[in-house]
């Protein structure tokens, strides 16, 4: 029994040498760091190990001496200072309070060390999109909380990680640093190369197969490398949340400009920067201090006052993937929350329609929003294939590659006008952000509403297909198609007929077209003083 | 319909009223060190961290009633301080990357303006130096130059500085000390911007100071120097000649662990601050350990990771409270000799 004994005691104790042994070893490579502020390498012997521990004194504080007692008020004798106070601070404090951050922070706040954690890596880092005189919101918070539980995206280290939580699952310098160890730079506990030591905590969705973080494009390859730095600041934030390095709308459009990005020299994948410059956008601009376009003044009266956009609302950037695209959402925006056709928000949207039903749906925590999408339900009369195959099972006009049983995207019809440039509904040169011109006077040429002859062969709809009075109207009268038809569809009428424009009025109290059959019914109108009375067609 | 509009008002601003007497009680529980001392050695006068000091009363708060809050500037790292002499006061805020402008009005403190917006990007040190005011920048390693009307001039080119951290005139003869850390040392110049001298640890053979973080001066022409790393405070003579010193690293009152601030009051202590201690010791200047106050935390009259102080011309220190993002502003009862 005796002989158990020893034995245990033996093994404990050659286990607690042989940690002991393993964490000088590792404590010991300070001496070859730039924390070795004693500056001679003699502070370790020919095993590499400290022999000389001063160098030790500059964090960890010494307790030998013994207190004094102040001269002038001796009631309050304290023998020794809590300098490893705990300090409970509120969730949005800006700094950090734990122990071990603050001995780090008494050199790295830009005292003794450079500037604050890694703030000289901000000159020029982005290119900033603010006008002249106007000041951006500086450095502020750390990356620094605790994990809390129902965050999908983000998890505590597991045990066998190479980092390292404090108290109560919170994040100190000390839990992405090792003071002591620069093997892998910036003192890091483990390679941060491809954001490794990030993806850590941060699981995020689609990650993997996304244009940042692992693009099929070997021209992005330093995207990959740099991989979260590229956009995030690890220790401070400027304008934004989610630790960008600059406002949401400056980190993108840094690369996606069609240039060069300054810093980094990542080539950027498209020029969105001048489309935005286009008089019809979506009105990211709000978000700067850039002006906005006058053309834009209609959005100061509706949704647009109420929230802006930013190009997050409808990309995901851990996710954008130009690797799997589907039929009905583009990789670009996969992993990116909507609303759905009947007004619930979803986290993950599964059609295209359901991102724009964010702002043009029946969002209901979107006030003043134009629901464009109660015309694409499928419950009304007539409306274009965005949520569901269309009502009418003879659509003539129909091009080869559509069919009735075809479905549509928001971007079949809304995107860049130039065929050249940056794709999506970004912005525009033409009303509403269209691809195509889209005559919204009553009478034009057809080609000038050539965005409808896209899918519609326009020889077929002059001629009379599904209606046998097109010619009359478009040829002879020289009606637009926006004079008869609403572009999204209609609640009460067939073929998209709208009835509201003012040149439209009712019969004796009446106004309705109606169909029979496909391409038949009746008209109950006055047009332009044309009085339709019940009139078959 | 009349008279139920005219109540309605008289009720809203009587409500006001009322709740404003109420925080105002509050507000002005006053804190003192010694707490229970019948003549307290100091007394918590504000805290500042941004806007308009609290105060309360009718009028201010039917104005924001009528046409809402101005906006202002929010302390984020308050890193240093300089007094202009006619009751406006600068703080240079390193994570604001600008200076914070606060005018005094009897006992109210307001942001009237910020700059530095443009040319800053880490302010480490601010003076008041012939109508000027200098911010030292601790990332870009310069010390800019700035109109009273907070116009931005040029850089103050200085020889021999690398990285200037604190700013500090000396009083007896107006020339400008510029703690440069990584240098080791403080250089003084004069307004023609030429160097008159460098402080350096003369206290074993040529050994240079070894982390210079604040200067001040004493009444009696002395030069106080707070040497971080070393833990230690050493006193120049007014030739830079090296007089004496006294400090030493330990976690007991007396001692030094992470001292950032350093600055003198009217009778001649030397008040330090230390970031780990969260607290402010004061010293005569052999060294011997007088009385300290404060402790870690985010309540008044605690710290977290105190900075450098300043006294203004009325034995009022100002404690930059950098971490919890405030300043906070004490009263000192001057004790004589």
Redesign the interface.
């Known amino acids: 029994m005796r002989l158990k004994h020893f034995f245990m005691i033996l093994v404990v104790t050659t286990g607690c040498f042989a940690q002991a042994g393993a964490d000088l070893e590792n404590k010991s490579k300070i001496a070859f760091t730039p924390h070795n ?1 004693v500056g001679t390498r003699a502070v370790v012997g020919e095993d590499s190990l400290l022999q000389d521990f001063t160098l030790c ?2 964090c960890h ?13 001796r ?2 004798f ?6 490893d ?1 705990h ?1 409970e ?1 509120e969730k949005h ?5 734990d122990n071990i951050s ?2 780090c ?2 050199c790295h ?4 060390s ?3 954690p890694h ?2 890596e ?2 020029d880092r982005q290119v900033s999109l603010l006008e ?2 106007s ?2 919101v ?3 918070h750390l990356h620094l909380f605790a994990f809390e539980n129902g965050d999908t995206e983000t998890r505590a280290p597991s045990e066998d990680s190479e980092l390292r939580l404090e108290e109560n699952s919170r994040i100190s310098c000390a839990t992405c640093h090792d003071p002591h160890n620069n093997e892998q730079g910036s003192f890091l506990r483990m390679s941060n190369e491809g954001s490794s030591l990030c993806v850590e905590c941060h699981q995020m969705a689609n990650w993997e197969l996304s244009a940042h973080g692992n693009p099929a494009d070997p021209r992005f390859r330093d995207v990959k490398n740099l991989g979260c730095a590229h956009c995030h600041d690890i220790h ?1 934030v400027p304008a934004s949340t989610n630790l960008l390095a600059a406002e949401e709308t400056t980190v993108c459009l840094s690369c996606h400009d069609g240039s060069k990005d300054d810093m980094d020299e990542v080539a950027s994948n498209a020029d969105l920067e001048n489309v935005f410059e286009k008089p019809f956008i979506h009105p990211i601009s709000w978000n700067s201090s850039r002006e906005m376009p006058e053309s834009m003044d209609a959005w100061s009266r509706g949704l647009g006052a109420e929230r802006g956009v930013t190009c997050s609302d409808c990309h995901n950037p851990h996710a954008a993937s130009d690797q799997n695209n589907g039929p009905f959402l583009d990789g670009s925006q996969v992993f990116v929350s909507g609303v759905d056709n009947e007004g619930f928000t979803k986290a993950i949207v599964d059609y295209e329609y359901e991102t724009c039903y964010k702002c043009h749906g029946m969002n209901q925590s979107a006030m003043f929003g134009r629901n464009v999408g109660q015309l694409f339900a499928k419950t009304n009369m007539s409306f274009h294939p965005i949520e569901a195959p269309g009502n009418n099972p003879y659509v003539q006009s129909l091009k080869i590659e559509w069919s009735e049983q075809s479905l549509i995207k928001c971007t079949d019809c809304h995107g860049n006008d130039d065929p050249l440039g940056a794709q999506g509904p970004h912005g525009s040169d033409l009303p509403h952000i269209l691809k195509q011109a889209y005559a919204e006077q009553p009478f034009a040429q057809p080609e000038e509403s050539e965005l409808c002859f896209q899918c519609h062969v326009q020889g077929r709809v002059v001629q009379g297909s599904g209606f046998k009075y097109h010619k009359l109207h478009i040829e002879e009268a020289g009606y637009a198609c926006s004079a008869c038809h609403n572009p999204h569809g209609s609640v009460e009428y067939p073929g998209l007929m709208d009835l509201n424009a003012p040149f439209i009025q009712p019969v004796n109290g009446i106004l309705e077209v109606s169909q029979t059959e496909p391409g038949h019914g009746t008209c109950t109108l006055m047009c332009h003083g044309k009085v339709h009375p019940g009139q078959y067609y | 319909m009349k008279t139920l509009w005219s109540k309605s008002i008289a009720l809203i601003l009587i409500t006001s009223l009322v709740t404003g007497c109420a925080s105002k009680a509050l507000l002005e529980e006053e804190m003192h060190f ?1 707490a ?2 019948n003549q307290p ?1 100091l007394t918590l006068e504000k805290v500042l961290r941004g806007g308009s000091t609290e105060h309360d009363g009718l009028f201010p708060r039917v104005k924001t009633m009528l046409f809402g809050a101005r906006t202002v500037d929010m302390l ?2 308050p ?1 240093a301080l300089a007094l202009d002499g006619d009751g406006r006061f600068y703080v240079a805020d ?5 200076v914070l402008v606060f005018q005094m009005q009897g006992d109210r403190y307001d942001h009237i303006a ?1 700059f530095g ?2 040319e800053l ?2 302010p ?1 040190g601010i003076v008041v130096w012939n109508d000027e005011i200098l911010v030292s920048d ?2 870009a390693g310069t010390i800019c130059r700035f109109s009273k009307t907070y116009e931005y001039l040029d850089v103050l080119e200085v020889r021999d500085v690398r ?1 200037p ?1 604190q700013l500090k005139v000396n009083p007896v003869n107006n020339e400008l000390f510029i703690v440069d ?2 240098n080791h040392h403080v250089v003084s110049i004069n307004t023609e911007g030429q160097v008159t001298g460098k402080l350096v640890h003369k206290r074993t053979g040529d050994q240079l100071l070894g ?1 210079p ?1 604040a200067v001040d001066f004493s009444a009696d022409g002395h030069i106080i120097v707070l040497d ?2 070393s833990r230690r405070v050493e006193v120049f003579n007014s030739d830079y000649t090296y007089e004496t010193g006294f400090g ?8 030094f ?2 001292p ?1 601030g350093l600055a003198i009051s009217s009778d001649g202590y030397i008040f330090i601050s ?6 402010v010791q ?1 010293f005569d200047q052999n060294g ?5 106050f404060g ?4 309540a008044k009259g605690e710290f ?2 105190p ?1 450098s102080l300043t006294f203004d011309a009325k034995d009022q220190l100002y404690i930059m409270d ?2 919890n ?1 405030r300043v906070q502003i004490f009263r000192y009862r001057a ?1 004589g000799e």
Request: zero cysteines; charged letters at 20%; aromatic letters at 10%.
């Open positions: 502020l004194r500059v504080i010494p307790s030998k001496m013994t207190a004094v007692e102040p001269l002038w008020y009631k309050e304290v023998r020794v200072f809590d300098v106070k300090v601070l404090h800006l700094f950090p309070a603050r001995s922070l008494f706040d830009g005292s003794v450079r500037g604050f703030k000289e901000l000159k002249a005189g000041e951006s500086p450095n502020l401070g | 010694p229970e001392a050695f984020m790292r890193v390193a994570d604001a990357g600008k910020s917006g443009q990007q880490a480490a601790g990332v990285r951290g850390t990584p982390s973080m971080g790393l030493g690293y330990d976690r007991v009152p007396g001692s662990s992470n950032k230390d970031a780990a201690f969260g607290n004061i011997a350990l007088l009385y300290f402790e870690i935390g985010k977290l990771l900075g950098q971490f993002s004790q």
